[in-house]
Antibody, heavy 121, light 109 residues
Framework: QVQLVESGGGLVKPGGSLRLSCAAS????????MSWIRQAPGKGLEWVSYISSSGSTIYYADSVKGRFTISRDNAKNSLYLQMNSLRAEDTAVYYC??????????????WGQGTLVTVSS | SYELTQPPSVSVSPGQTARITCSGDALPKKYAYWYQQKSGQAPVLVIYEDSKRPSGIPERFSGSSSGTMATLTISGAQVEDEADYYC????????????FGGGTKLTVL
């Protein structure tokens, strides 16, 4: 069955960096777009970024553009999110999600359980 | 930036029909998707492309879209349907950047 397991979260100071990983199994990772979505404590979902199956197409939310970098390693069935210049408002649970394409654009389908990132001094 | 608007809360009694709306200017041209998130859990897709139900989702969940509004309908809501529900769509820029609505807390009691 599909499994997405995020790791790499933790406590980091403002201005610091963190790299999240998402290990995928149970499906052909290289065939699917992937995305990162976050949820601040007690708040709603916020789309962060997605990457195409080959890695050639990438988009970011305005709130993280220029600070976050999404990447993937299809040989390792892994998705990454490099987060730099972190701010308190980046504090959230970060979910990775595989994206499914049917008739319209790809959309988040399977979700991992998330990893918590806390930005605080 | 593009926004999707949902009511903060909806409340129904068990067995009643719950309707959760999502409004957005691009919805006439873009699909709507709906996710259910129970407390402490990851979101689960319940409706995709306006009205399609993934396998394993009960038939009481249905979706529709007309003009600038999409609607998630839960016919005969059960206590176990109590959760936060989020609509999702893409902006009109053509690059498929995603956006979520603010979420609706469904109370069934």
């Amino acid at each position: 069955q599909v499994q997405l397991v995020e790791s790499g979260g933790g406590l980091v100071k403002p201005g610091g960096s963190l790299r999240l990983s998402c290990a995928a199994s149970g499906f052909t990772f290289s065939d699917y777009y992937m995305s990162w979505i976050r949820q601040a404590p007690g708040k709603g979902l916020e789309w962060v970024s997605y990457i195409s199956s080959s890695g050639s197409t990438i988009y970011y939310a305005d709130s993280v553009k220029g600070r976050f970098t999404i990447s993937r390693d299809n040989a390792k069935n892994s998705l990454y999110l490099q987060m730099n210049s972190l701010r308190a408002e980046d504090t959230a649970v970060y979910y990775c999600a595989s994206m499914l394409k049917v008739n319209g654009p790809p959309f988040p389908y399977y979700w991992g359980q998330g990893t918590l990132v806390t930005v605080s001094s | 930036s593009y926004e999707l608007t949902q009511p903060p809360s909806v409340s129904v009694s068990p067995g009643q029909t719950a309707r959760i709306t999502c409004s957005g200017d691009a919805l006439p041209k873009k699909y709507a998707y709906w996710y259910q998130q129970k407390s402490g859990q990851a979101p689960v897709l319940v409706i995709y492309e306006d009205s399609k139900r993934p396998s394993g989702i009960p038939e009481r969940f249905s979706g529709s879209s007309s003009g600038t509004m999409a609607t998630l309908t839960i016919s005969g809501a059960q206590v176990e349907d109590e959760a936060d529900y989020y609509c999702y769509s893409t902006d009109s820029s053509g690059n498929h950047r995603g956006v979520f609505g603010g979420g609706t807390k469904l109370t069934v009691l």
